[in-house]
Nanobody
């Protein structure tokens, strides 16, 4: 089994910054793609940013040039640096990781428990 533990959410004023972290642990042979999603209650979960093991990144248009995703493969950890935050960035942010495990033929996707980010105007 694999667990993803997120940290770094909180309350910040508009224009401020936050950094989210997500550490994967458990039966991990290799972490593959990792990413951050966000979800408003009653709405679909949407991709914020994703990063491949090799470091290729992809961002939602709404966060380009403000958010930066990065990862530390040795620590099985992914980060999301969020700058110039806006009230519309308020959401629950979820970490996602595609993980190859020892003893399993296929990789599986795992989710963190979510961390609240609130941006006040």
């Amino acid at each position: 089994q694999v667990q993803l533990v997120e940290s770094g959410g909180g309350l910040v004023q508009a224009g401020g910054s936050l950094t989210l972290s997500c550490a994967a642990s458990g039966n991990i042979f290799r972490t593959n793609n990792m990413g951050w999603y966000r979800q408003t209650p009653g709405a679909q979960r949407e991709l914020v940013a994703a990063i491949t093991r090799g470091g290729n990144t992809n961002y939602a248009d709404s966060v380009k040039d403000r958010f930066t995703i990065s990862r530390d493969n040795a620590k099985n950890t992914v980060y999301l640096q969020m700058n110039s935050l806006k009230p519309e960035d308020t959401d629950v942010y979820y970490c996602n990781a595609d993980v190859s495990s020892v003893g399993r033929l296929r990789a599986s996707a795992y989710w963190g428990q979510g961390t609240q980010v609130t941006v006040s105007s």
